[in-house]
């Protein structure tokens, strides 16, 4: 089963947008969520991450205070509040779902990747 992220655009330096993704069904049922972003020449790197009852949230250092991930897991959606972006920002963004309950936050320990959505911010 697959996410399903939206949301991306173009923004300007300062800007902010709302990612959304979409898992359906009860695959996603009790599993941690979390967003990553992966830019040009540079390895996919965990943003954001909540659990099921959404009461633990980690956040990257690099989006702290920017940065805030929510879900509505009666709809099957998490999202990823982004303001006052930066160029730093520009990436692909994915949100994908932990497959052994680590806690872990390298992408090889999450599952069912979507397409992800393109964030620009522009200067």
């Known amino acids: 089963v697959q996410l399903v992220e939206s949301g991306g655009g173009l923004v300007q330096v300062g800007g902010s947008l709302r990612l959304a993704c979409a898992g359906s069904g009860s695959a996603f049922s009790g599993r941690r969520m979390a967003w990553f972003r992966q830019a040009p020449g540079k390895e996919r790197e965990s943003v954001a991450a909540?659990?099921?009852?959404?009461?633990?949230?980690n956040y990257a250092d690099s989006v702290k205070g920017r940065f805030t991930i929510s879900r509505d897991v009666v709809n099957g959606m998490w999202y990823l509040q982004m303001n006052s972006l930066g160029p730093e920002d520009t990436a692909v963004y994915y949100c994908?779902?932990?497959?052994?309950?680590?806690?872990?936050?390298?992408?090889?320990?999450?599952?069912?990747w979507g397409q992800g959505t393109q964030v620009t911010v522009s200067s």
């Open positions: 994908a779902g932990d497959l052994y309950g680590s806690g872990s936050e390298a992408p090889s320990e999450y599952g069912s």
């Open positions: 909540i659990s099921w009852g959404g009461t633990r949230r």
